[in-house]
């Protein structure tokens, strides 16, 4: 019985965070301001997973060239924050990591 009340009360938690917003859509009027700040979650979040796969190895932040992840991150960052273009920043991305890789790797 226990087990069912556990699948239940599972599949209400999981329902309903993702009903909500389009059942209450129209409805609920949100401040420009805070629609304004709801527009810079994906980037924040993403950037925190971002951040955290490059720089923390095993628990520690590492900043050394030994951290493969490090240098592609750094070098994309400055791509994009320069030329504004989506498919180069991954391109110059992937091949430094994949040089990286195959340079200190082998």
Request: proline share 6%.
């Amino acid at each position: 019985m226990t087990e069912w009340l556990l699948i239940i009360g599972m599949a209400v938690l999981t329902f309903l965070p993702r009903y909500l917003p389009f059942g209450l859509a129209g409805k609920v009027h949100i401040p420009p301001l805070m629609a304004r700040a709801l527009s810079f979650v994906p980037i924040a979040v993403l950037t925190v997973i971002i951040v955290q796969s490059a720089f923390v190895r095993e628990g520690e932040i590492v900043l050394s060239l030994q951290n493969h992840y490090l240098i592609p991150t750094t070098l994309s960052f400055f791509v994009a924050l320069f030329t504004r273009q989506l498919y180069l920043t991954i391109f110059i991305g992937l091949v430094t990591f994949a040089l990286m890789k195959w340079l200190f790797y082998a």
